[in-house]
Nanobody, 124 residues
Framework: HVQLVESGGGSVQAGGSLRLSCVGS????????VGWFRQAPGKERLGVAR????????YYDDSVKGRFTIAQDNAKNTVYLQMNSLRPEDTAMYYC??????????????????WGQGTQVTVS
């Protein structure tokens, strides 16, 4: 039974920081990339960051590059998204996802294998 459980969302003022966590279980960590997507009301779900096994193939969408950092702790089966210099336009539901195809984390709307339930981030 695959599980991805996100935490760490909340409300913050513009310029502030949050760290999201995604704890995974039930799948082969050596085969799957893990990434973060976000979806604002009325918009498509966008891939914002990705990390692959061994810390390879790190990816960031241009909208978050230089402000967000993705990292993984293999011992804890956890992937983090450190979000700094937050802006109101970062407000969205953030989802953790896992898939063997690293290209599915780029852009919008790809059907990835596994998803978490989401955590809300609100920047005012």
């Amino acid at each position: 039974h695959v599980q991805l459980v996100e935490s760490g969302g909340g409300s913050v003022q513009a310029g502030g920081s949050l760290r999201l966590s995604c704890v995974g279980s039930g799948y082969d960590f050596s085969m799957h990339c893990v990434g973060w997507f976000r979806q604002a009301p009325g918009k498509e779900r966008l891939g914002v960051a990705r990390v692959c096994p061994g810390g390879s193939h790190t990816y960031y969408d241009d909208s978050v590059k230089g402000r967000f950092t993705i990292a993984q702790d293999n011992a804890k089966n956890t992937v983090y998204l450190q979000m700094n210099s937050l802006r109101p336009e970062d407000t969205a539901m953030y989802y953790c996802a896992a898939d063997v195809d690293r290209f599915k984390f780029i852009g919008y709307g790809w059907p990835l294998n596994y998803w978490g339930q989401g955590t809300q981030v609100t920047v005012s």
